[in-house]
């Protein structure tokens, strides 16, 4: 059964993700987020919990992607998926550098611009995904539909 790495960090990033449950359950998927309290309220059971950061955070940042790059190594999983933000791409990051398939899906948030982890995941992911079809640029960044 195929393993999918379901990642992405609290607010409406985890919401869409949310949105994706339904298709996700037909893999053996694991979540991963920021905010030890969702995968609670969501009803999952097991999930890993990253910790927070942005590019304002340094530190912080570091610490996410070595967690990240743990969280893949240890889950191994063949596709990585991830809705936002910075935890999300780093858990891309880690994917596509050991061999999985991952997809980057940009928050319906991000209307005016892919959002800075966007612009990155257009270059390390497999597929890149904006919900807005006017961002699409037909070749790294496609247009599939929004979430919500």
């Not at 694991?30 to 890993?48: E, K, N, S, Y």
């Not at 880690?94 to 948030?109: H, K, N």
């Amino acid at each position: 059964m195929t393993k999918v790495l379901a990642t992405a960090s609290a607010g409406g990033h985890w919401e869409q993700m949310m949105l994706l449950r339904p298709t996700l359950e037909q893999f053996d998927v694991h979540f991963a987020t920021t905010h030890p309290d969702l995968p609670r309220r969501a009803g999952i059971a097991a999930a890993t919990i990253l910790p927070d950061c942005n590019q304002d955070q340094p530190l912080n940042s570091l610490r996410c992607l070595f967690a990240a790059f743990a969280l893949v190594l240890r889950v191994r999983p063949d596709v990585v998926i991830s809705t936002g933000a910075a935890p999300g791409f780093f858990c891309v990051l880690a994917g596509r550098l050991t061999g999985a398939r991952t997809l980057w899906i940009d928050s319906v948030a991000n209307a005016e611009q892919l959002s800075m982890c966007g612009k990155l995941s257009r270059i390390f992911s497999t597929r890149c995904l904006t919900q807005w079809e006017y961002l699409a640029d037909g070749q790294r960044v496609r247009y599939a539909g929004k979430l919500l």
